[in-house]
């Protein structure tokens, strides 16, 4: 199966448990891998025959900019929904990064990976 790897998009959303998350915001971190065949998108020079990230990232873009919710968890099941609604049941697998999580002395980041339709993690 080819892939179609979309890295790093950068998302601001009103997403998380405390209050002041869901009203002032914070930025997260999205992966995604779209699995598909893309032979004859690549021997025919064909985007029809492929599917255009560009649609998917303003989709999440959009998903980003309306949506107000409590956790990771929903805000990813909502970026599958459009994902799908979008491109169809494509095997999609998605890392949803919380890239400043309000617990005190904890620096890194808090994920979320998430596949529908079979998506296959990448290979690093």
């Excluded at 892939?3 to 971190?29: C, P, Y």
């Excluded at 099941?77 to 990064?97: A, F």
Aim: overall charge neutral; charged content about 25%; proline content about 5%.
């Amino acid at each position: 199966m080819d892939s179609i790897h979309v890295r790093d998009l950068r998302l601001w959303a009103h997403v998380g448990v405390l209050e002041h998350e869901r009203r002032d915001g914070q930025w997260f971190r999205v992966d995604l891998t779209l699995n598909l065949d893309l032979s004859r998108a690549a021997v025919d020079d064909d985007l029809s025959a492929s599917l255009d990230y560009s649609t998917s990232i303003k989709a999440l873009q959009q998903l980003a900019a309306e949506i107000r919710c409590l956790t990771i968890e929903h805000f990813s099941e909502q970026m599958l929904n459009r994902l799908e609604t979008l491109h169809g049941p494509v095997p999609i697998w998605l890392r949803l990064t919380k890239c400043a999580a309000p617990v005190p002395g904890f620096t890194g980041r808090v994920s979320v990976e998430r596949r529908r339709h079979g998506g296959v993690t990448p290979t690093p």
